[in-house]
């Protein structure tokens, strides 16, 4: 029912910043808690951050140390994570992806209904 393509990746020195969109279709958009994720080759899948809703509340796991930012334009039917300060082990591919539930924070793959085919980050030394 939900359709979600996310978009921006690319090739990016260490140090630098990216912002990556996921663009929504299908279902009602603000109806949605929104999830960012990445997975790197041999790795799981790892959660990045969430938002809700409205876009007045986020959360993000620790190991990101401030350099990622999650926002959301529900007019648009758009996620956004804008990166800055990349490192080569943020090098994966990142997926955007949606939850129907939103009573709590959903920090885990299996909490998400919908999810985008992944964009590729690859961050050089």
């Known amino acids: 029912q939900v359709q979600l393509v996310e978009s921006g990746g690319g090739l990016v020195q260490a140090g630098g910043s990216l912002r990556l969109s996921c663009a929504a279709s299908g279902g009602t958009f603000s109806s949605y808690g929104m999830g960012w994720f990445r997975q790197a080759p041999g790795k799981e899948r790892e959660f990045l951050t969430a938002i809700n809703r409205s876009g007045s509340s986020t959360y993000y796991t620790a190991s990101l140390q401030g350099r990622f930012t999650v926002s959301r334009d529900n007019a648009k039917n758009t996620v956004f994570l804008r990166m800055s300060s990349l490192k080569p082990e943020d090098t994966a591919v990142y997926y955007c992806?949606?939850?129907?539930?939103?009573?709590?924070?959903?920090?885990?793959?299996?909490?998400?209904?919908?999810w985008g085919q992944g964009t590729q980050v690859t961050v050089s030394s």
């Open positions: 992806a949606a939850t129907g539930n939103t009573r709590t924070w959903a920090t885990v793959t299996g909490a998400y209904d919908y």
